[in-house]
């Protein structure tokens, strides 16, 4: 154990099935336009909340967002319906993490589940003091694991390769 994180767990690598997490949300009116169609931003913060809770049951400690890919918003979500987050690590790097998240929507009166949005997140650990800390590392376990991993290392350089260029242009 470290002396500057006395009150941290040793860095044992973990897999991504021990901070996955799956959250619900029942649509209420309050979320919703005056169409009855959920707010973006609604579904943007319930994203943000499940990547944060994968962050830091990974690192056991503060995680913030660092960045958030691409939004597409491939289907709407309705009033009345329940919107199912499905969040796991994808990659960790020294003090970074990338964290999928999957939103589906479900029709509670029907059963009929479909694919609404998907995300990209990274999240940095931060330490008691909030300065970047390092994560414990990523135990692939198994072909989707290795798959998601190998896409995030892409993504990550992809972000890179992007913020290098609006420095430099």
């Not at 169409?35 to 913030?64: F, Q, Y």
């Not at 987050?85 to 009166?109: C, F, P, Q």
């Amino acid at each position: 154990m470290s002396d500057t994180h006395p009150a941290q767990p040793c860095q044992a690598g973990k897999s991504a099935a021990e901070s996955a997490v799956t959250l619900t949300h029942q649509v209420l009116p309050h979320d919703a336009n005056p169409a009855g169609n959920v707010h973006g931003g609604v579904i943007l913060k319930l994203i943000d909340t499940a990547a944060g809770v994968v962050a830091m049951r990974h690192v056991r400690g503060w995680a913030v967002t660092a960045s958030i890919d691409r939004m597409d918003f491939l289907r709407p979500v309705y009033v009345g319906e329940l919107v199912i987050l499905k969040a796991s690590l994808n990659m960790v790097g020294r003090t970074s993490m990338e964290i999928g998240v999957r939103v589906e929507a479900e029709n509670l009166l029907t059963g009929e589940v479909r694919h609404t949005n998907s995300a990209y997140l990274t999240f940095v650990a931060l330490d008691e003091h909030g300065a970047p800390r390092p994560a414990p590392p990523l135990v692939i376990e198994g072909d989707v694991a290795e798959r998601r991993h190998r896409q995030a290392l892409r993504r990550r350089e992809l972000r890179r390769q992007a913020m290098a260029e609006e420095r430099n242009g």
